[in-house]
């Protein structure tokens, strides 16, 4: 079971971005999807998660711009960002509680980062 995750670049402030994120292989059920990013110096911090029953969370600082969502029949998680500003610059990375067929074991697994930049 993997994450692909796909999507970030630059971009100018203001400017929108959609990042998707794939759970492949074995899979039983996911129960959340979340998406972390990690800017230069700084740690890594939760941008958003989606949970089984579809509620979502959001840091304060991207409410209003950001918007996760989920395909759960295509396993994907997608982030769509507008309204981008600078100090959304950094590495996310996507992240899922996947339990897998036959043993259901629960498994949090990470994609790879994609980086996003924001010039101003």
């Known amino acids: 079971v993997q994450l692909q995750a796909s999507g970030g670049g630059l971009v100018q402030a203001g400017g929108s971005l959609r990042l998707s994120c794939v759970v492949s292989?074995?899979?039983?059920?996911?129960?959340?999807m979340e998406w972390f990013r990690q800017a230069p110096g700084k740690q890594r911090e939760r941008v958003a998660g989606?949970?089984?029953?579809?509620?979502?969370v959001y840091i304060d600082s991207v409410k209003g711009r950001f918007t996760i969502a989920r395909d759960s029949a295509q396993n994907t998680v997608y982030l769509q960002m507008n309204s981008l500003k600078p100090e959304d610059t950094g590495v996310y990375y996507c992240?899922?509680?996947?339990?897998?067929?036959?043993?259901?074991?629960?498994?949090?697994?990470w994609g790879q980062g994609t980086q996003v930049t924001v010039s101003s």
């Open positions: 992240n899922a509680g996947v339990i897998t067929l036959g043993p259901g074991q629960l498994l949090d697994l």
């Open positions: 292989g074995s899979i039983s059920n996911i129960n959340r």
């Open positions: 989606i949970v089984g029953n579809g509620n979502t």
